[in-house]
């Protein structure tokens, strides 16, 4: 094989996957979610992959991208985001907002962010076409692994067993709605991936039954590192309350309240370390935050902090001024849990259990699914990324995107919970 390292081709294919009807305090999981697969195709024959968000606003940066990107090569990373910058031109103003992204529950979306979570794909693709060139794993090119495995927590949802009227895939799952649901699926997790460690999302009921879930596990897992996310749901009142009432059974208490004002508020007033995934997601973000003590942990994301090497970098920043690291995710499949790992890898602070959403991907479009061992994933010493593109489930996954009539191609939890109620409206941020 050729070790020409051009791009001669960047392949972009949009898919929708089935997601099983997971609650959060927006709605309700859509039967099938959009993800996004970028290949980038060395003209020596080498093809490396990545995966990001899918909706329609990241398919639109995307594209201009995987035009312009063909004879760059795959080692000018630099290069890539220096690209990105002047071609991906201004996301679509409907798609940016300053304030908390009400589908995916992630933080602001500003351009930049928006961005940064396109160009992440394309790095990680670019990363493992590099790897496979040279024989080794995008680990390697971060400057090596400081751990064989990276230890995940279990992602607890409130769920139904089915999605309205029967839609999308039986993933085989009961319901879970209360504190019994919550400790029999927590169990089943630990059981089928060895999970030591679990995150409760919240948000969806009232504190009071969120707490008790949380005790419920305390009690069933005793001594396990146990968190509560509501997605920014509450007031500082509320999370205050939280915080005395099951403080003490918490490893950390992610963003209780949803901005950087109302956390650093919470923070002053509780000993519970507070996480987010919400009000620290940009640099931009950092100074203020981190000033004002607002959070104890960051929750990392190689998608919307703009890829792998973005990542180390946060990384860095918060081994710094002392806050600690864990990792967010989102709906993903096999390629996101694969990058993930391998950053996840290379970072010597990473001071708590990554969350994954993976154990409720039943679909994939790698040829051998990522597998948790006790809880852990190991890293892979393969070239590249070190997992295979199974094109058929690709094509498949693919297909039903192309039939679907746009329904389902932006991810809106909050219509999709209007299946089920139609009164439902976006629900106000604080809630409770
Ligand atoms: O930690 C988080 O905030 C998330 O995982 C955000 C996700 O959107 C989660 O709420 C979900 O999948 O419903
Ligand atoms: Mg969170």
Redesign the pocket.
């Known amino acids: 094989m050729s070790q020409d390292l051009t791009i001669g081709e960047i392949r972009l294919t949009p898919v929708l996957t089935a997601d099983p009807p997971?609650l959060?305090t927006q709605g309700v999981?859509q039967p099938y979610t959009p993800r996004l697969i970028v290949e980038a195709v060395t003209a020596g024959g080498i093809t490396g992959v990545g995966e990001t968000y899918g909706d329609t606003a990241y398919l639109r940066l995307a594209a201009p991208l995987a035009v312009a990107l063909p004879g760059h090569r795959v080692s000018d990373v630099n290069g890539l985001h220096d690209l990105a910058a002047r071609v991906c031109g201004p996301a679509p103003e409907s798609a940016v907002s300053s304030s908390v992204d009400a589908s995916?529950?992630?933080g602001v979306r500003t351009a930049e962010k928006l961005r940064l979570s396109v160009v992440s794909a394309f790095e990680v693709a670019l990363l493992d076409a590099f790897g496979k060139a040279l024989g080794l794993p995008v680990h390697a090119l971060l400057g090596g692994k400081v751990r064989d495995a990276v230890e995940y927590s279990g992602y607890l949802f409130y769920r139904w067993a089915r999605h309205p009227d029967g839609a999308g895939e039986d993933d085989g799952w009961e319901a879970a709605l209360d504190p019994a649901g919550i400790v029999a699926q927590a169990r089943r997790l630990a059981r089928e991936h060895g999970f030591r460690s679990f995150k409760l999302?919240g948000g969806v009921f009232p504190p009071g039954e969120e707490t008790a879930a949380v005790r419920a596990l305390a009690e069933a897992f005793p001594g396990r590192p146990l968190r509560l996310?509501p997605?920014g749901a509450w007031t500082v009142e509320t999370s205050l309350r939280v915080a005395d009432e099951i403080g003490g059974l918490l490893e950390y208490l992610?963003?209780p309240a949803g901005t950087v004002d109302r956390m650093a508020r919470v923070a002053a007033a509780t000993e519970v370390p507070l996480a987010t995934?919400?009000c620290v997601t940009t640099f931009a973000e950092i100074p203020e935050a981190f000033a004002r003590r607002a959070v104890r942990v960051v929750?990392s994301d190689h998608h919307y902090w703009g890829g792998p090497r973005n990542t180390r970098e946060l990384a860095a920043i918060c081994r710094i001024h002392g806050v600690g690291l864990s990792m967010?995710?989102?709906?993903h499949l096999g390629i996101s849990l694969a990058a993930m790992n391998q950053v996840a890898a290379v970072v010597p602070n990473l001071d708590h259990a990554c969350?994954t959403?993976y154990p409720w991907q039943t679909e994939d479009v790698i040829t051998e699914r990522l597998a948790f061992d006790g809880g852990s994933l190991t890293v892979s010493d393969r070239p590249g990324l070190g997992v295979e593109l199974d094109r058929e489930r690709l094509a498949a996954l693919h297909r039903r995107w192309l039939a679907d009539d746009g329904a389902l191609r932006d991810r809106d939890?909050a219509r999709a919970m209007r299946r089920a109620d139609p009164g439902w409206r976006t629900q106000p941020v604080p809630r409770w």
């Not at 967010?328 to 709906?331: D, F, G, L, R």
Request: aromatic residues 0%; charged residues 35%; negative net charge.
């Open positions: 997971l959060n999981h995916g529950l992630r999302k996310d997605n992610e963003d995934n919400m929750l967010h995710s989102n709906t969350d959403h939890d």
